[in-house]
């Protein structure tokens, strides 16, 4: 096991510095959420593309046909991005999962570090040269 990080003080801006170069902080769980919202809006775009197909193809054939065709292109490709969200969700989920973990088991470690230090032995006044009890 590594020892203990320092507890050193940092001018400001300093410490948000130290953590993008050292992982000693993961900075993870706060851009995780960014990538979230991110990733939902690419998903809103093949929403548009789909329904934008949807009414492509309907309008492509000047017929009724069309329409019969635009329904299955709509609702596949509708529950396709039902399917996208829920894949998303879950997979941004398991890293947030992941990185709560991580937190976890460093906050695990450091306690367990704090237990396995040494007390500070006691001094107890002895003439010199004298052994301590």
């Known amino acids: ?72 292109v709509l609702v596949a490709g509708l529950l396709v991005v039902a399917g996208l969200v829920l894949l998303w969700r879950s997979f941004c989920e398991l890293y947030v999962a992941l990185f709560r973990l991580s937190d976890d088991l460093h906050a695990l470690r450091q306690a367990a570090d704090a237990d396995q230090a040494p007390p500070p032995a006691s001094r107890t006044s002895a003439p010199s040269g004298a052994p301590l009890n």
């Open 1 to 72: 096991m590594r020892p203990p990080a320092s507890k050193t003080r940092r001018g400001p801006g300093g410490s948000i510095f130290w953590d993008l170069l050292t992982f000693e902080r993961l900075m993870t769980n706060q851009v995780i959420h960014l990538i979230y919202w991110a990733g939902l809006g690419v998903i809103a775009l093949i929403a548009f593309g789909t329904v934008g197909a949807a009414v492509g193809v309907a309008l492509r054939e000047e017929s009724w046909i069309g329409v019969i065709l635009a329904i299955p």
